[in-house]
């Protein structure tokens, strides 16, 4: 299971972080990345992480801007948002899998797991 929390409102150039909890396995050997999905848009990915806290990968959107981490002591999984855009404002999704080409990183049914979701609005 993952739960994703932190989300909120914000003006543009402020900051948020969100942070996922998985639990009922070990997630150190998975992959983790944050998608979002804005209304009448597809889901977007924005951000990935290699399983053991490897190579990150960033959408070119949010590149500069945005910052994962993980902690795989806790399973925990964040996303440090950075100088916000009204075009950030999305419901974010965590997500993670086993381990899968760096290709498919950014791919969203590469991933297994999904948590619930939560809502980031940015204001002009």
């Known amino acids: 299971q993952l739960q994703a929390s932190g989300g909120g409102l914000v003006q543009a150039g402020g900051s948020l972080t969100l942070s996922c909890t998985a639990s009922?396995?070990?997630?150190?050997?998975?992959?983790m990345a944050w998608f979002r999905q804005a209304p009448g848009k597809e889901r977007e990915f924005v951000s990935a992480?290699?399983?053991?806290?490897?190579?990150?990968l960033y959408a070119d959107s949010v590149k500069g801007r945005f910052t994962i981490s993980r902690d795989n002591a806790k399973n925990m999984v964040y996303l440090q948002m950075d100088s916000l855009k009204p075009d950030d404002t999305a419901v974010y999704y965590c997500?993670?899998?086993?381990?899968?080409?760096?290709?498919?990183?950014?791919?969203?049914?590469?991933?297994?797991?999904w948590g619930q979701g939560t809502q980031v609005t940015v204001s002009s």
């Open positions: 997500t993670t899998t086993p381990r899968v080409a760096y290709s498919a990183l950014a791919v969203p049914s590469s991933y297994a797991y």
């Open positions: 009922g396995r070990t997630f150190r050997d998975y992959d």
């Open positions: 992480m290699r399983y053991r806290g490897g190579a990150t």
